[in-house]
């Protein structure tokens, strides 16, 4: 690409006359905090912070960026795991914040459907649909911070994926600023619609580099008349692998969620959360914490299938222990002792994260033998598996040795450490994403491990849709040439 270079000072300027002073900031003390992925992995440097308030400002601001060849990346909760959100150290980029855009435009409780600006923070749209006695099927540890744009581009995914999907089974429709400015309506919720490319699937998932979700249009279920949260203890993952089949034939569309959880990660919590409880007396190699829901006005089945659903893996050998929580702030206890999984594991060190599926099949018999050949190549190292097992998607953690220097672990062995993990999983004919993203952590592994035709289409893709190559640059799919400065 070349690109004629513009004066900085004539794009800024007509950038704070079109967003005013709420709407844009280059002050260094407002936007350091933004400029710092959620991991602590990546720090960039921009010419601001935009935060727009509408669409429309949207869509005028990607107008001038597209005119003057400005590079932007789009924000949402910045809590993302892959640094998909946080700019280069070119300090050419614009840093494009959606949090002001947190308005829900409507909400149908007849149809179930909700249409939510891009900055809605996911937290917010649970407490908003819960007061009208209905629910949004996706939640997970950073629902506090993570944003609706941030979902939908990253195709985020969660503890409920096994009965509902990812996010992108909870998208009826989308609005999203292209790279020219032009505005792409599809908010429209068609149960039918054959006119040609289903666009809205095409922009889930692409990381904000096709286009800028401004807002969405999502399904909602009614609430749940009842829950049962159980917790068991296994002695291997294959054990976990047959209770989850267990569960599926015995439960059926009552479970809601099956995650697993290794005895060196619930240990990893215990010391964590200074008043947390193992919810099981006696050790054991691993536990799977299980969900069974139903509407309003069945809850009379759920102690009867719980019940027996134990009863009859525990006659078959499926389980060594198990409990049901005794009551609502038990089940939020067992929860919380698997959303403290990663935090507690911060707190020991530094890791290598990957966010990885195999077939669902596969999984017992990859983390089976992938534990042990990691700890066997990297001597002082564990390995770790946890997480959505009836999704096929474990989060394999590699724990640097102990007192090791971040930084120095980082830049040298852990790039080796996920490599040799990402040799494993494409050998088991799974992703190196499962719901993360790619971002800037993982551009090189799948330019490396993709499947050629797949990223030959991608780049064709990027390049009819975003000629200039200005949205979200480095991200997902390498950069063909840097942008020019503006």
Same mark, same amino acid.
């Given at each position: 690409?070349?690109?004629?270079?513009?004066?900085?000072?004539?794009?800024? !300027?007509?950038?704070?006359?079109?967003? $005013?002073?709420?709407?844009?900031?280059?002050?260094?003390?407002?936007?350091?905090?933004?400029?710092? =992925?959620?991991?602590?992995?990546?720090? $960039?440097?921009?010419? $601001?912070?935009?935060?727009?308030?509408?669409?429309?400002?949207?869509?005028?601001?990607?107008?001038?960026?597209?005119?003057?060849?400005?590079?932007?990346?789009?924000?949402?909760?910045?809590?993302?795991?892959?640094?998909?959100?946080?700019?280069?150290?070119?300090?050419?980029?614009?840093?494009?914040?959606?949090?002001?855009?947190?308005?829900?435009?409507?909400?149908?409780?007849?149809?179930?459907?909700?249409?939510?600006?891009?900055?809605?923070?996911?937290?917010?749209?649970?407490?908003?649909?819960?007061?009208?006695?209905?629910?949004?099927?996706?939640?997970?540890?950073?629902?506090?911070?993570?944003?609706?744009?941030?979902?939908?581009?990253?195709?985020?995914?969660?503890?409920?994926?096994?009965?509902?999907?990812?996010?992108?089974? #909870?998208?009826?429709?989308?609005?999203?600023?292209?790279?020219?400015?032009?505005?792409? =309506?599809?908010?429209?919720?068609?149960?039918?619609?054959?006119?040609?490319?289903?666009?809205?699937?095409?922009?889930?998932?692409?990381?904000?580099?096709?286009?800028?979700?401004?807002?969405?249009?999502?399904?909602?279920?009614?609430?749940?008349?009842?829950?049962?949260?159980?917790?068991?203890?296994?002695?291997?993952?294959?054990?976990?692998?047959?209770?989850?089949?267990?569960?599926?034939?015995?439960?059926?569309?009552?479970?809601?969620?099956?995650?697993?959880?290794?005895?060196?990660?619930?240990?990893?919590? /215990?010391?964590?959360?200074?008043?947390?409880?193992?919810?099981?007396?006696?050790?054991?190699?691993?536990?799977?914490?299980?969900?069974?829901?139903?509407?309003?006005?069945?809850?009379?089945? /759920?102690?009867?299938?719980? #019940?027996?659903?134990?009863?009859?893996?525990?006659? #078959?050998?499926?389980?060594? !222990?198990?409990?049901?929580?005794?009551?609502?702030?038990?089940?939020?206890?067992?929860?919380?002792?698997?959303?403290?999984?990663?935090?507690?594991?911060?707190?020991?060190?530094?890791?290598?994260?990957?966010?990885?599926?195999?077939?669902?099949?596969?999984?017992?018999?990859?983390?089976?033998?992938?534990?042990?050949?990691?700890?066997?190549?990297?001597?002082?190292? =564990?390995?770790?598996?946890?997480?959505?097992?009836?999704?096929?998607?474990?989060?394999?953690?590699?724990?640097?040795?102990?007192?090791?220097?971040?930084?120095?672990?980082?830049?040298?062995?852990?790039?080796?450490?996920?490599?040799?993990?990402?040799?494993?999983?494409?050998?088991? $004919?799974?992703?190196?994403?499962?719901?993360?993203?790619?971002?800037?952590?993982?551009?090189?592994?799948?330019?490396?491990?993709?499947?050629?035709?797949?990223?030959?289409?991608?780049?064709?893709?990027?390049?009819?849709?975003?000629?200039?190559?200005?949205?979200?640059?480095?991200?997902?799919?390498?950069?063909?040439?840097?942008?020019?400065?503006?």
């Amino acid at each position: 690409m070349n690109h004629p270079a513009h004066p900085t000072s004539s794009f800024i !300027d007509q950038v704070r006359t079109l967003l $005013g002073p709420r709407g844009f900031t280059d002050d260094p003390e407002l936007v350091e905090p933004w400029l710092t =992925d959620w991991r602590g992995r990546f720090t $960039g440097k921009t010419l $601001g912070l935009a935060s727009p308030a509408s669409t429309d400002e949207v869509a005028a601001l990607v107008r001038l960026c597209h005119e003057y060849h400005v590079p932007i990346v789009p924000q949402g909760g910045n809590s993302g795991m892959s640094g998909g959100a946080t700019p280069d150290d070119s300090g050419t980029t614009l840093l494009l914040s959606m949090r002001r855009m947190d308005a829900i435009r409507s909400l149908d409780t007849k149809a179930r459907e909700i249409v939510c600006d891009a900055g809605v923070v996911l937290q917010t749209l649970h407490d908003a649909v819960e007061m009208e006695r209905l629910r949004f099927p996706l939640t997970l540890g950073g629902k506090g911070s993570a944003t609706v744009g941030g979902l939908v581009s990253t195709n985020a995914g969660g503890t409920q994926v096994l009965r509902h999907g990812s996010m992108r089974a #909870q998208v009826l429709g989308l609005e999203a600023v292209m790279a020219d400015g032009s505005v792409l =309506d599809t908010l429209t919720p068609l149960k039918k619609d054959n006119r040609g490319f289903d666009l809205k699937q095409l922009l889930i998932g692409s990381e904000g580099t096709l286009g800028i979700v401004t807002a969405a249009t999502l399904r909602l279920l009614p609430e749940i008349g009842g829950r049962r949260v159980l917790w068991a203890g296994l002695g291997s993952i294959r054990q976990a692998r047959e209770l989850l089949l267990h569960c599926e034939a015995h439960a059926g569309d009552l479970l809601e969620g099956f995650e697993v959880v290794p005895r060196h990660s619930l240990a990893a919590v /215990l010391d964590y959360l200074p008043d947390a409880r193992s919810p099981l007396r006696g050790e054991h190699e691993w536990h799977a914490l299980i969900e069974l829901v139903v509407q309003e006005g069945a809850d009379d089945r /759920l102690d009867l299938v719980a #019940q027996t659903l134990l009863e009859s893996a525990l006659e #078959q050998d499926l389980l060594q !222990d198990a409990t049901i929580a005794a009551n609502e702030h038990q089940a939020e206890q067992f929860w919380l002792l698997r959303e403290s999984i990663a935090p507690a594991e911060r707190a020991i060190g530094p890791a290598a994260q990957h966010d990885i599926s195999v077939p669902v099949a596969r999984m017992a018999d990859f983390v089976t033998e992938a534990v042990p050949a990691v700890e066997a190549r990297f001597p002082d190292h =564990d390995a770790i598996a946890f997480g959505h097992l009836g999704d096929g998607n474990v989060h394999f953690h590699v724990l640097a040795p102990r007192g090791s220097d971040r930084a120095e672990w980082e830049a040298s062995q852990a790039k080796e450490v996920s490599s040799f993990v990402y040799d494993l999983v494409t050998r088991y $004919g799974g992703s190196i994403s499962a719901e993360h993203g790619i971002g800037q952590v993982k551009v090189d592994e799948l330019q490396r491990l993709g499947d050629p035709v797949a990223l030959a289409t991608m780049r064709a893709v990027k390049q009819a849709l975003d000629p200039r190559g200005i949205l979200n640059p480095g991200k997902l799919l390498p950069l063909a040439s840097a942008p020019d400065s503006p």
